[in-house]
């Protein structure tokens, strides 16, 4: 059974910034795919950035030059560094764990005020 414990979100205004933390325990957390996810009030949950176990990235377009998403497998944490935020960004924030299965965090809070 994979644990996951996000932290780091908050209220900002537009044009800030904000780091979200992934703690990971229960698992060989190098091996993972580990992702962000957003949901917005009403909406699906969808892809905000993936880094695979060798370090490869992914991000969806709408964050593209503005999120970055690193990990550190000595401290069995992903990170979700966040700049330039937008109302638009707005929502519950995930973290995903994936290795034959998908587990994930309870989430947080980010709300960016225009």
């Known amino acids: 059974q994979v644990q996951l414990v996000e932290s780091g979100g908050g209220l900002v205004q537009a044009g800030g910034s904000l780091r979200l933390s992934c703690a990971a325990s229960g698992s060989i957390f190098s091996r993972n795919v580990m992702g962000w996810y957003r949901q917005a009030p009403g909406k699906q949950r969808v892809l905000v950035a993936r880094?695979?176990?060798?370090?490869?990235?992914n991000y969806a377009d709408s964050v593209k030059g503005r999120f970055t998403i690193s990990r550190d497998n000595t401290k069995n944490t992903v990170y979700l560094q966040m700049n330039r935020l937008k109302p638009e960004d707005t929502g519950v924030y995930f973290c995903?764990?994936?290795?034959?299965?998908?587990?994930w965090g309870q989430g947080t809070q980010v709300t960016v005020s225009s």
């Open positions: 995903s764990s994936t290795y034959q299965y998908t587990y």
């Open positions: 880094i695979a176990s060798g370090g490869t990235t």
